[in-house]
């Protein structure tokens, strides 16, 4: 059984560097999310996808995050010129969504943290 | 808007019971609820949605009340293993359907 897995699992980077993460969801999941996450709260949504669609995007999520999920396989997050509040673990989530209706569970990777110098 | 959880934080003996509680100031359309323990994913537990259909965990147990926008999840004969931060994720079904917007969380730790 192979779950959600992220690549990789930490980065520490500089400020205003770019950094890209990757998520390989559960292959028959349709659905594919990015959370992100800061200690001792909930994870907060960033955008979503169904199959290579990208359907929303938080407005939490600045120009200079950029998300993509070419074929509806993995996706990949990219931060552009990183700032030290982007430090923070980064979740990917991927579900079998039916149209209209989130009866399905969200199966959620590792994650990958990100520390910004 | 988040959901607010309760309590924040409770420490259980093991074989003792407890009670979380969501609350949720929109309309859901369903309630997620997610066990984490340090440094790993959140884990799914329970789904309830509008119309009381449940998806879930079979030895734990929640409530919907999709008057109040309220959930409880309740967690008996606690396990050392049961401990870790609960939340709950909350669709009210604004903008795309299935986002989830999480609670606060609730620390638990069972001890001996």
């Known amino acids: 059984d192979t779950g959600v897995s992220q690549n990789p699992r930490h980065k520490i980077t500089k400020r205003g560097q770019n950094v890209t993460f990757r998520c390989d969801p559960i292959?028959?999941?349709?659905?594919l999310y990015w959370y992100r996450q800061t200690l001792g709260q909930g994870p907060e949504f960033l955008t979503y996808?169904?199959?290579?669609?990208?359907?929303?995007k938080s407005r939490l999520l600045s120009d200079r995050f950029s998300a993509e999920r070419p074929k509806g396989s993995f996706s990949t997050l990219e931060i552009q010129r990183t700032e030290q509040g982007d430090s923070a673990m980064y979740l990917c989530a991927s579900s079998l969504g039916l149209a209209g209706g989130s009866y399905n569970e969200q199966f959620f990777g590792p994650g990958t943290r990100l520390t910004v110098l | 808007q988040q959901p607010v959880q309760s309590p924040q934080a409770v420490i259980l003996r093991e074989g003792e019971d407890a009670v979380i509680n969501c609350s949720s100031s929109?309309?859901?359309?369903?309630v997620h609820w997610y066990r984490q323990k340090h440094g790993e994913a959140p884990v799914f537990l329970m789904i309830l949605l509008k119309g009381g259909e449940q998806k879930g965990h079979e030895k734990i147990s929640a409530s919907f009340n999709e008057k109040k926008q309220q959930s409880s999840l309740y967690l008996t004969a606690s396990q050392l293993s049961y401990s870790g931060t609960y939340f709950c994720?909350?669709?009210?079904?604004?903008?795309?359907?299935?986002?989830?917007?999480f609670g606060t969380g609730t620390r638990l730790q069972v001890t001996l």
């Open positions: 996808f169904q199959n290579e669609a990208q359907l929303e």
């Open positions: 929109k309309a859901l359309y369903s």
């Open positions: 292959s028959e999941h349709n659905r």
């Open positions: 994720g909350t669709d009210d079904h604004t903008g795309t359907a299935s986002k989830l917007t």
